[in-house]
T-cell receptor, first 111, second 113 residues
Framework: GQQLNQSPQSMFIQEGEDVSMNCTSS?????WLWYKQDPGEGPVLLIA?????ELTSNGRLTAQFGITRKDSFLNISASIPSDVGIYFC???????????FGTGTSLTVIP | KAGVTQTPRYLIKTRGQQVTLSCSPI?????VSWYQQTPGQGLQFLFE???????NKGNFPGRFSGRQFSNSRSEMNVSTLELGDSALYLC????????????FGAGTRLSVL
C-alpha cells in the first residue's frame, strides 16, 4: 500500500535543542495527523491538520499542512527528555477512506 | 471516557497455532481498524470494520481475518502462525465518518516461536 516518506529516520539531540521532521507523499492528502509512540505503547495523537497551509500548535509542538497538500512538518521547540519516542505522520487519502502512515522518526534526547 | 482497550497485552505462540486478539473501542466509536507494526515495515494497515462490516482491507494474506460485534468490539484472528507474524498489533477506533481521527490502543505484542 501507499507509504509516506518520513525524515529523518532517527535523531539524537541535546536537551533544549529544537527539532524538525517532515513527511512527504506523491499523492495529495486531505488531513495530516502527527502521533507520538512511547516504547511498548500505542501511538498517541499530537496534532491534527485539516487545511492546506494550516499551522497548528500544541504546547512546544508546531505542525504545518504543506501548501501542495503533499507534505507536512512537525517542529518541537526546547526539547526535554520526555520527548523521546517515535513520531509518526499519517495522511488521509483524498478518497477519504484510509489513513497512510509514515515510517516514523525516532527521537533521542540527551540530557 | 475510557480509551481503546486491547487484550491481551502480550502473547507467545508457536508456529502453526492460531491466535485471537481483542479490541474494545472508545464508547460511541463505530469504526475499528487494525494495524501490524514491525521495526522494518512501520504501521501496515490490515483492515477496518464499521457497523459489523469490513469496510476496507490491506494487503495481507487470508490467514488474517477479523470481525466486529454489534457493540463495536472487534476481534482479529491469525491462523497458521508464521515466525514473520511476530509484531505489535494495534487497534484504532474512530467515529467512522469520513476523515475521523483514529485513536490507538496500547497494542498486543505477539511473539511467534
Amino acid at each position: 500500500g501507499q507509504q509516506l516518506n518520513q525524515s529523518p529516520q532517527s535523531m539524537f539531540i541535546q536537551e533544549g535543542e529544537d527539532v524538525s521532521m517532515n513527511c512527504t507523499s506523491s499523492s495529495i492528502f486531505n488531513t495530516w495527523l502527527w502521533y507520538k509512540q512511547d516504547p511498548g505503547e500505542g501511538p498517541v495523537l499530537l496534532i491534527a491538520l485539516y487545511k492546506a497551509g494550516e499551522l497548528t500548535s500544541n504546547g512546544r509542538l508546531t505542525a504545518q499542512f504543506g501548501i501542495t497538500r503533499k507534505d507536512s512538518f512537525l517542529n518541537i521547540s526546547a526539547s526535554i527528555p520526555s520527548d523521546v519516542g517515535i513520531y509518526f505522520c499519517a495522511g488521509l487519502s483524498n478518497t477519504g477512506n484510509q489513513f497512510y502512515f509514515g515510517t516514523g522518526t525516532s527521537l533521542t534526547v540527551i540530557p | 471516557k475510557a480509551g481503546v482497550t486491547q487484550t491481551p497485552r502480550y502473547l507467545i505462540k508457536t508456529r502453526g497455532q492460531q491466535v485471537t486478539l481483542s479490541c474494545s473501542p472508545i464508547s460511541g466509536h463505530r469504526s475499528v481498524s487494525w494495524y501490524q507494526q514491525t521495526p522494518g515495515q512501520g504501521l501496515q494497515f490490515l483492515f477496518e470494520y464499521f457497523s459489523e462490516t469490513q469496510r476496507n482491507k490491506g494487503n495481507f494474506p487470508g490467514r488474517f481475518s477479523g470481525r466486529q460485534f454489534s457493540n463495536s468490539r472487534s476481534e482479529m484472528n491469525v491462523s497458521t502462525l508464521e515466525l514473520g507474524d511476530s509484531a505489535l498489533y494495534l487497534c484504532a477506533s474512530s467515529l467512522g465518518i469520513q476523515g475521523a481521527i483514529q485513536y490507538f490502543g496500547a497494542g498486543t505484542r505477539l511473539s511467534v516461536l
